[in-house]
């Protein structure tokens, strides 16, 4: 046995009962803490004897699997433990050997434990690394796990609403047919009311239907040969008359052919939104203006209105369901009321109907500012067909995964 093994062997018992007293500061001593000491110590002796540095590196992995991380903490290290335990080798060496034995031994000893420290940290951030990786994992699967309850809760709540919700509008259309032509004015204040109310409530749970067809990949697009530029015309029309008093300019700068084959019914779903929310958040003054640009490919649609523009970090969320941005005291269901607020479904079908085409939808605009105005301006883009689309449509756009392909268009103007 190589003299420096000896000296360790002979001195084993100071060894451990001084790092035993190093670790633990006096307080009362833990049998498992003594004989993981012990083994530490015997382990240093085989390492020294064998010249191999493995023995002490299978201690530590023994150490670092040993210490799952337990929920909510911070996997602990054992880098301060290890030097205890050099600190306390080189005070029973040095106290207990002739200053130059004890410094030759140090020395030597130093190489092991540097080594199996570098060993221990290089562990540690592995173990780390894992533990990291599989808090991420389990992150994901909640948040599937959330969204997929969500998307449920939709497609239930919005089956369960339709009935009854069918049944007071036929009701409700009754009573109307029925009542008397000289009826008490505030009868047929309250039977206008319930209309409203109902076509509302019927809207909403359309909206929740949408929603869930677009969630569960379910969009039936029926595609015909469609006129885009009078498409738009009608959804401009109905909104112009529906501004309620509101003082804003609408303007329509549409090229004369703009064809493609589409679903119209679905096309004009999302032109009203747009042209809703443009007029929702633009103030009285404010400017709205429909274009239309022919690219290679495409045609693209384009909303810009003079209103209170988006944050930056908002002009994704607002195509995420149930999003609010904003003031949610806000929430009224006017439809062209300054800044009236809504489920924050819109949007999300919108993009749903867009991108069941194969087309995008997306929002620039420099900022929120509800002072200066800033304005927002929403792009549709839609492939142009010759005909429909054989099956499916494929996501035209997944073709550029990764690319910012907006990029790729031309400037609006
Ligand atoms: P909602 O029915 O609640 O308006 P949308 O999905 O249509 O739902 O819009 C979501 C949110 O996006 C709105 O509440 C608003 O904060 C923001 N938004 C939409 N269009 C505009 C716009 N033209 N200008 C400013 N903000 C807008």
């Known amino acids: 046995m190589p003299p420096l093994a000896q000296h360790l062997q002979d001195l084993r018992p100071q060894l451990v009962q001084q790092a035993v ?10 049998p498992m803490l003594e004989v993981e000491v012990l083994r530490f110590f015997e382990r240093l002796i085989d390492a020294v004897e064998s010249g191999s540095p493995d023995w002490l590196q299978g201690l530590m992995r023994d150490w670092v699997a040993a210490r799952p991380l337990s929920e909510g903490r911070e996997r602990q290290t054992f880098i301060p433990i290890l030097h205890t335990l050099r600190s306390a080798t080189w005070e029973v060496l040095s106290t207990a050997l002739p200053a130059d034995d004890a410094l030759r031994a140090i020395l030597t000893l130093e190489g092991f434990f540097a080594g199996t420290s570098l060993h221990l940290s290089s562990l540690e951030s592995e173990a780390r690394l894992m533990e990291t990786e599989s808090k991420l994992n389990q992150g994901q699967a909640r948040v599937e796990r959330l969204e997929k309850s969500k998307s449920d809760f939709i497609a239930v709540a919005a ?21 008397p032509a000289d009826v008490a004015p505030h009868v047929q204040v309250l039977l206008a009311g319930l209309a409203n109310a109902t076509q ?6 359309e909206d929740m239907m949408d929603v869930s067809l677009i969630d569960n990949d379910m969009l039936d697009l029926h595609y015909e040969l469609t006129d885009l530029r009078w498409l738009l015309m009608q959804a401009f ?31 004009y779903q999302v032109f009203q939104n747009l042209l809703s929310n443009a007029i929702k958040f633009t103030p009285d003054g404010g400017a709205i203006v429909v274009r239309s640009r022919d690219l290679p490919g495409f045609v693209e649609i384009t909303v810009a209105d003079t209103g209170i523009g988006i944050a930056p970090e908002n002009q994704e969320r607002i195509f995420q369901r149930f999003v609010p941005v904003g003031d949610v005291t806000h929430h009224s269901t006017g439809k062209t009321k300054f800044k009236g607020g809504g489920m924050g479904l819109g949007l999300p079908i919108a993009r749903g109907i867009a991108e069941g085409h194969g087309g995008a939808l997306w929002v620039e605009s420099p900022g929120y500012d509800e002072a200066a105005c800033p304005g927002s301006i929403f792009h549709i883009v839609l492939p142009k067909r010759a005909q429909p689309p054989p099956d499916k449509t494929p996501k035209l756009f997944e073709l550029f995964a990764g690319d910012d392909w907006a990029t790729r268009l031309p400037k609006a103007r």
Do not use: K, S
């Open 21 to 30: 007293y190093a670790l633990t500061r006096g307080e009362a001593v833990r």
């Open 237 to 267: 029309t109905e909104a112009q008359q529906h501004l309620e008093g509101r003082q804003l300019t609408l303007n329509f700068e549409v090229a004369e052919t703009l064809e493609t084959h589409a679903d119209a019914t679905r096309l």
């Open 159 to 179: 089956h369960e609403l339709r009935t009854p919700l069918t049944l007071i509008q036929g009701y409700a259309a009754l009573l109307g047919d029925d009542v």
């Open 200 to 205: 509302r409530l019927h809207e909403i749970v």
